[in-house]
């Protein structure tokens, strides 16, 4: 019990040697962090607080991230955190929110990064709206999303995905340029909201960022990361991640450029809902309004190309979309250059090898199993009765009649069944034993079709052929519909 105790103790006493290394909040005399005096708070995030410091060495102002106290105290959420300053500090991009200093000032550790001074492009959208303000040109759409997806593709061949990109995480740093007009705006925006073509772009916050190698992950795979609207369908649904292979994991950031770009073309986001688990499970099966329906005052050459750039980017799987960030930067440039856009296809065997992984099939063959067990029981229930009722054989041959019924029910309609139930459990065995045994119906319904059936003879070699081959041919259209489902769920089951 001492020891316990003690430890209890000792862990007590290095949470509160955490927490007391946290800054004030905002209002109370500034705190020094290292060498970096703290002045204000510019945002709240999940896992930090981002101040607005200066650098007591230089006097250079910048934005200092710090963990939350719940991060803190968690040691896998701290592990992510100083993972990714890790990570930040190898970034190097003009378009990339600069990281000046990693460090950790006794106990807490901190980034100290380039401040941006003016806003985000999810407040600049936001005062768009609530201005009633008409949506910005297209070509400043195009030449900002080509400037973020540039900077995300020189992330990602880093090895790093950011995994949550979205206008918020955008930072504008408004330029002074004399030549800054354009006259393809309207007079309303450019006097009452700064046009995009006048920020400097910074993409920020790669507090979701993961590294591609394995080794460097600390992002547990069941941890739902993102921001449900801009979230591509395998971030929410596991079953689609899993169908995603290590090299087409930067695939979630381009569906998310996608989006944004979506976004600013019509000023709404794709994906549509009230509440959060209503976006979430919209995000799995989208259901996205072409562009041409929103945007018909768009020139129909640039229109048709936008529509493509933004299909490609929100297609569900995500091999059917651009296979890099640069491969969508260099389509937008394409477009403003009034060249037709390449695109990206993939064959009908990936397509089909990602419908099948994404779809949970266990249940469907489960209950076509048992419902195909079901139905040839009555079936030779029933015709058991009737042959009796009737009187269409021999005692002899009619107990001979019951017999096989019996036989044929015991060794494959109970065994069909509790596969069935077996996949309803998710149980992968029970797929494999299903494959196995249901080969054995597939061959015989084949052997009834040429006229050689493997029991009731008796019967059919008292009628015609076709009788024969008609039982045998709706015998072997069912299991063979089964045979196909199991297959996809043995398919979908790959780990």
């Given at each position: 019990?001492?020891?316990?105790?003690?430890?209890?103790?000792?862990?007590?006493?290095?949470?509160?040697?955490?927490?007391?290394?946290?800054?004030?909040?905002?209002?109370?005399?500034?705190?020094?962090?290292?060498?970096?005096?703290?002045?204000?708070?510019?945002?709240?995030?999940?896992?930090?607080?981002?101040?607005?410091?200066?650098?007591?060495?230089?006097?250079?102002?910048?934005?200092?991230?710090?963990?939350?106290?719940?991060?803190?105290?968690?040691?896998?959420?701290?592990?992510?955190?100083?993972?990714?300053?890790?990570?930040?500090?190898?970034?190097?991009?003009?378009?990339?929110?600069?990281?000046?200093?990693?460090?950790?000032?006794?106990?807490?550790?901190?980034?100290?990064?380039?401040?941006?001074?003016?806003?985000?492009?999810?407040?600049?959208?936001?005062?768009?709206?609530?201005?009633?303000?008409?949506?910005?040109?297209?070509?400043?759409?195009?030449?900002?999303?080509?400037?973020?997806?540039?900077?995300?593709?020189?992330?990602?061949?880093?090895?790093?995905?950011?995994?949550?990109?979205?206008?918020?995480?955008?930072?504008?740093?408004?330029?002074?340029?004399?030549?800054?007009?354009?006259?393809?705006?309207?007079?309303?925006?450019?006097?009452?909201?700064?046009?995009?073509?006048?920020?400097?772009?910074?993409?920020?916050?790669?507090?979701?960022?993961?590294?591609?190698?394995?080794?460097?992950?600390?992002?547990?795979?069941?941890?739902?990361?993102?921001?449900?609207?801009?979230?591509?369908?395998?971030?929410?649904?596991?079953?689609?991640?899993?169908?995603?292979?290590?090299?087409?994991?930067?695939?979630?950031?381009?569906?998310?450029?996608?989006?944004?770009?979506?976004?600013?073309?019509?000023?709404?986001?794709?994906?549509?809902?009230?509440?959060?688990?209503?976006?979430?499970?919209?995000?799995?099966?989208?259901?996205?309004?072409?562009?041409?329906?929103?945007?018909?005052?768009?020139?129909?050459?640039?229109?048709?190309?936008?529509?493509?750039?933004?299909?490609?980017?929100?297609?569900?799987?995500?091999?059917?979309?651009?296979?890099?960030?640069?491969?969508?930067?260099?389509?937008?440039?394409?477009?403003?250059?009034?060249?037709?856009?390449?695109?990206?296809?993939?064959?009908?065997?990936?397509?089909?090898?990602?419908?099948?992984?994404?779809?949970?099939?266990?249940?469907?063959?489960?209950?076509?199993?048992?419902?195909?067990?079901?139905?040839?029981?009555?079936?030779?229930?029933?015709?058991?009765?009737?042959?009796?009722?009737?009187?269409?054989?021999?005692?002899?041959?009619?107990?001979?009649?019951?017999?096989?019924?019996?036989?044929?029910?015991?060794?494959?309609?109970?065994?069909?069944?509790?596969?069935?139930?077996?996949?309803?459990?998710?149980?992968?065995?029970?797929?494999?034993?299903?494959?196995?045994?249901?080969?054995?119906?597939?061959?015989?319904?084949?052997?009834?079709?040429?006229?050689?059936?493997l029991m009731f003879q008796e019967v059919y070699f008292n009628q015609d052929g076709y009788f024969c081959f008609t039982i045998h041919l709706f015998i072997f259209l069912i299991y063979a519909s089964l045979q196909l489902l199991l297959m996809a769920a043995l398919i979908s089951s790959r780990k």
């Amino acid at each position: 019990m001492s020891e316990i105790s003690n430890q209890s103790a000792a862990k007590e006493g290095e949470q509160k040697r955490l927490l007391q290394g946290i800054p004030a909040p905002l209002g109370k005399s500034p705190q020094m962090i290292a060498n970096y005096q703290i002045s204000g708070v510019l945002g709240v995030g999940a896992t930090a607080v981002v101040y607005s410091a200066e650098n007591t060495r230089n006097g250079d102002g910048v934005a200092l991230k710090i963990p939350l106290p719940d991060v803190l105290l968690d040691s896998q959420r701290r592990a992510r955190f100083e993972c990714e300053a890790k990570m930040l500090a190898k970034l190097k991009h003009p378009n990339l929110v600069q990281v000046h200093e990693v460090g950790v000032s006794d106990p807490v550790p901190f980034i100290a990064m380039e401040r941006c001074e003016d806003s985000d492009l999810g407040h600049w959208l936001e005062r768009l709206i609530a201005g009633g303000h008409p949506l910005p040109d297209w070509k400043e759409v195009v030449e900002l999303v080509t400037t973020v997806a540039e900077a995300v593709d020189y992330v990602h061949q880093q090895g790093i995905t950011h995994r949550d990109l979205k206008p918020a995480n955008i930072l504008l740093n408004e330029m002074v340029c004399e030549d800054s007009k354009s006259e393809n705006l309207t007079p309303e925006l450019s006097q009452t909201l700064p046009r995009l073509s006048q920020f400097e772009i910074k993409v920020s916050d790669f507090g979701l960022s993961k590294s591609t190698d394995l080794a460097l992950t600390q992002t547990r795979s069941s941890m739902l990361v993102g921001t449900p609207l801009y979230m591509a369908p395998e971030q929410v649904d596991w079953r689609q991640e899993k169908a995603v292979n290590q090299q087409n994991s930067t695939a979630a950031d381009v569906y998310s450029l996608g989006a944004i770009l979506y976004q600013l073309l019509t000023g709404r986001t794709p994906i549509q809902g009230q509440h959060y688990y209503e976006v979430l499970e919209r995000t799995r099966n989208p259901r996205i309004k072409p562009l041409s329906q929103l945007r018909s005052d768009l020139p129909q050459p640039v229109l048709k190309r936008l529509e493509t750039i933004c299909s490609i980017c929100l297609q569900r799987n995500p091999q059917a979309r651009y296979q890099s960030a640069g491969g969508l930067a260099a389509d937008l440039r394409r477009c403003l250059s009034d060249e037709p856009v390449e695109g990206h296809s993939i064959g009908w065997v990936k397509s089909g090898d990602f419908w099948i992984s994404s779809i949970n099939w266990f249940p469907v063959v489960g209950w076509f199993a048992i419902a195909c067990s079901a139905l040839v029981a009555f079936w030779l229930l029933f015709t058991s009765i009737g042959a009796g009722v009737y009187s269409i054989a021999e005692d002899a041959e009619l107990r001979s009649l019951y017999s096989q019924a019996l036989t044929l029910f015991l060794t494959s309609m109970i065994p069909m069944a509790l596969v069935g139930w077996g996949c309803l459990k998710e149980m992968r065995l029970a797929v494999i034993v299903g494959i196995l045994l249901n080969s054995f119906n597939l061959i015989a319904g084949i052997l009834g079709m040429l006229g050689r059936p493997l029991m009731f003879q008796e019967v059919y070699f008292n009628q015609d052929g076709y009788f024969c081959f008609t039982i045998h041919l709706f015998i072997f259209l069912i299991y063979a519909s089964l045979q196909l489902l199991l297959m996809a769920a043995l398919i979908s089951s790959r780990k």
